[in-house]
């Protein structure tokens, strides 16, 4: 192959890695309760629907060895903070615990009362991460004489120059 082809073989990878770096998952460490770790007195409720979670994602539990724990259960016994004999607990200190199916997670500490005062966290983990939400076009196209609309048009014809220019290369 030519030193030409190859590189426009090189830019049209290039072009198509970055049109489609976006859409690419990446796996996620989510420390539970940011800053303040796995502690008494935060509302892990609102922490987790202020996250979002994939299969693939970690989450980090950072407490005081001495103080907490983490117990995984089911549904119902996170509602009776009820640690089953079968109950995955954990107590490192800095637990990670792997997101590997899609569904309902339930965690609480069974220290002393500490779930029955709010250190439980409920999470749902989705197979994959929905869609950012694209923006909305202007209700009117600024006129070409703007200069937004020279940028647009700029653009446009560049990345149209470029597409052609690639696709020409390619057939050499």
Known sequence: MTSKQTLVVAIAVAALTIAFLPGLAVAMEHVV???????????????????????????????????????????PDFLACNQPENAVVWSSGEDRVALHKAGPRWFFCSTDQHCERGMKLKITVLETAPPAPQPKPPLVAPPPSSPAGKLGACLGEAAAVVTALAVAMLVL
């Open 33 to 75: 309760g940011d800053d303040k770790g796995w502690a008494l007195d935060f509302n892990y409720t609102a922490w987790a629907e202020a996250n979002q979670f994939v299969i693939g994602d970690t989450l980090v539990f950072e407490y005081g060895i001495a103080g907490h724990d983490v117990v995984e259960v089911g549904g």
